[in-house]
């Protein structure tokens, strides 16, 4: 059986036209992640999986506002982290049946429909199950950040890339890293959120912050791990480690 009926919600405007049509009082949230730098598997618990993962938290928070408005409560939530080739392996497996089983008819399946970001990371496979059984659905747009995270994660990983071929043939001539100005400035809108999110961050040395960024796997944007010089150009840019209002965005 497939999907009883999904709706699309991609600007507010449409969460009103969703509210009438949408015959539902509860919601089960599905979130999904790729593994990042140094992390094998995705931690069990969604508390645990939140922590983990900057894209399963901003997930979260994206659905979550919507089942808000839409006047939903939560009746689980299913975390989840795929292979780069979108494997659907038994814990998985396990993880979305268990969660799913406590839909009932008045159940909405709620998850981000990263398509409408410009086509980042299409999970045909999990689309597959989601559409593979009768219930409501509901499909909404990631923040803008969550693009940014992944479009500056193929950044790194290309300059990951360079940096290995570089390592391989020392011969080679270094070529200068050329970042542009559209670059930069998405790099620190990203950083400025990823920084808010770190708590204590005021109270930190410099190497302690830098040890914190590294741990999370972020570089700088030209791909180098963060150090105390580093992290002292970062906030200068961003307008000082003492003012957490321009830190924060808008």
């Given at each position: 059986m497939k999907s009883a009926k999904t709706f699309y919600?991609?600007?507010?405007?449409?969460i009103d036209d969703v509210a009438q049509e949408l015959l539902?009082?509860?919601f089960i949230g599905v979130y999904w992640t790729f593994p990042a730098v140094g992390r094998e598997e995705?931690?069990?618990g969604i508390g645990s999986a939140i922590l983990a993962s900057y894209t399963i938290?901003?997930?979260r928070e994206a659905i979550l506002e919507v089942a808000h408005q839409l006047n939903l409560r939560c009746l689980g939530e299913c975390a989840l982290q795929f292979t780069p080739t979108f494997d659907w392996n038994l814990r998985m497996?396990?993880?979305f049946e268990q969660t799913i089983a406590l839909a009932d008819q008045m159940t909405a399946v709620i998850s981000v429909e990263f398509q409408d970001g410009g086509r980042w990371r299409p999970n045909r496979t999990l689309d597959y199950h989601l559409n593979s059984r009768s219930w409501l659905q509901v499909r909404i747009s990631p923040y803008a950040d969550v693009i940014e995270h992944f479009s500056l994660n193929r950044h790194w990983?290309?300059?990951?890339?360079?940096q290995r071929r570089q390592r391989r043939d020392p011969e080679r001539k270094a070529v200068k890293v050329q970042v542009s100005r559209q670059r930069l400035d998405q790099f620190h809108r990203y950083m400025r959120l990823r920084i808010c999110d770190i708590e204590g961050w005021r109270d930190w040395s410099l190497k302690e912050k830098a040890t914190a960024l590294n741990a999370r796997g972020l570089r700088t944007v030209t791909g180098l791990r963060w150090n105390a010089e580093l992290v002292r150009d970062l906030e200068r840019a961003l307008g000082g480690p003492d003012r957490p209002a321009d830190l924060a965005g808008s």
């Open positions: 919600i991609r600007t507010a405007s449409d539902a009082d509860s995705l931690a069990e938290k901003r997930q497996r396990d993880s990983d290309q300059q990951r890339a360079r």
